[in-house]
């Protein structure tokens, strides 16, 4: 099993839509989680940290679901601008592989107006 | 403001040629890794290192060798080149625990 699963999609919303993606991962002493964006041949930049508490950035919500081993990108009020690849990344932590990050395979956004 | 620097930015290797990835980061993070995406699989770990002197292979790690000889540099070296090795190479730096920051990539292509 992978250690971290996404649905690749593709997701095709019109602007102003609400878009969900999720993410799951399999080893529960992860400790680290970040939703990365990737724009087409570009790096990925980091979009939010995850907290268990959940956190917000303007219209963007992460969630983090420990006892489902799940992470959750919200985004709001869809702008052409969001169309790129999100990916999702676990820091399993601990050990040698500190510092490791998993990442999922990314879930392709498609906003359209 | 460098972050993490990779070059080359674009290169063209024949069947069997050698040549090293470069990756520079002054950040002074421990945490270094090379990653390679190729079109629906992500971006699949190569080799990471912890620290000077300690590397370790990640999922695809055959075809390569990396070296951390200082905190700040961690060259990936292509010993024979293959077309399977044509891909996008990103090159990762980061404190443990936290996010990580990549180079704007390499683009290779193996003929």
């Known amino acids: 099993r992978k250690e971290v699963e996404q649905d690749p999609g593709p997701f095709n919303v019109p602007e102003g839509a609400t878009v969900a993606f999720n993410c799951t991962y399999s080893?529960?002493?992860?400790?680290?989680f970040f939703w990365y964006r990737q724009d087409c041949r570009k790096e990925p930049k980091l979009l939010m940290s995850v907290y268990s508490s959940g956190n917000e950035d303007g219209r963007f919500t992460a969630q983090l679901n420990r006892a489902s081993q799940y992470i959750s990108l919200l985004i709001r009020d869809s702008k052409l601008s969001d169309s790129a690849t999100y990916l999702c990344?676990?820091?399993?932590?601990?050990?040698?592989?500190?510092?490791?990050?998993?990442f999922g395979r990314g879930t392709q956004l498609t906003v359209w107006p | 403001n460098a972050g993490v620097t990779q070059t080359p930015k674009f290169q063209v290797l024949k069947t069997g040629q050698s040549m090293t990835l470069q990756c520079a980061q002054d950040m002074n993070h421990e945490y270094m890794s090379w990653y390679r995406q190729d079109p629906g699989m992500g971006l699949r770990l190569i080799h990471y290192?912890?620290?000077?002197?300690?590397?370790d292979q990640g999922e695809v790690p055959n075809g390569y060798n990396v070296s951390r000889s200082t905190t700040e540099d961690f060259p990936l070296r292509l010993l024979s080149a293959a077309p399977s090795q044509t891909s996008v190479y990103f090159c990762?730096?980061?404190?443990?625990?936290?996010?990580?920051?990549f180079g704007n990539g390499t683009r290779l292509t193996v003929t």
């Open positions: 080893n529960s002493a992860s400790q680290s």
């Open positions: 990762a730096s980061s404190y443990p625990q936290d996010r990580a920051h």
């Open positions: 290192s912890v620290g000077a002197g300690i590397t």
């Open positions: 990344a676990v820091n399993k932590g601990g050990g040698s592989t500190l510092g490791r990050l998993y």
